[in-house]
């Protein structure tokens, strides 16, 4: 493996309980239940399209006006939770594996279905390890679609093929294999059924793992 793709929420900080809350408070104004378990729907998955998943929930349907409306009222929520992140909500030994790549000069890339990928990234000191970052800002098609990946790749220079990527949802691992690269579940076994390969979290890869990874066919 040459190029190495990371998402964002789940795999390198847990901005999903942010989500959750900013979710959660929408889904109360409009009198929906929602719970923890109904978010997971909502992993890696674009805001517009999690609103829509809301929505159906409810049975409700709006003008496309009240729908931005919303959108923007839980986008507000959400940034006023993450305004308040720092380093501590790196999660753990994700710094041991972007060290060492990043000592090894590997190509580094972030690829996010998320629009404040780079804030977040600025927030808790990380922004610097990425040569690129993709992030829902710039792709239209969201996970599982491979867009976000392939342009990933396209930016650091790297074949598709001798890519890995880093994802803790299902639509991510499906859209790493779309794309022909290696998948790397970080999360549930039972839950990223399809990926290569999965971990718990990052404190389960040992350095020798990341070695192989950039050792094998050499």
Known sequence: MEGFI??????IVDTAKY?????????????????????ERFKGVSRKRCLEILLEMGGLSVSAGQFDT????????????????????ILPDVHKVLDYLLEREVPMALGSASKNARPILEKVGLLSYFETIVDGNEVVRAKPDPQVFLLAAERLGVPPERCVVFEDALAGIEAANAAGMMSIGIG?????????????DFTEIDLEYIRGLLSAGQ
């Open 6 to 11: 990371f998402d964002l929420d789940g795999v």
């Open 19 to 39: 989500h959750y809350l900013a979710w959660k408070h929408l889904a109360d104004e409009l009198g929906i239940p929602f719970s923890e378990e109904d978010n």
């Open 70 to 89: 919303w959108l923007k009222e839980k986008n507000e929520d959400y940034l006023s939770y993450i305004k308040q992140m720092d380093a501590s909500e």
């Open 188 to 200: 549930d076994p039972g839950v990223l059924t399809e990926a290569d390969r999965v971990f718990t």
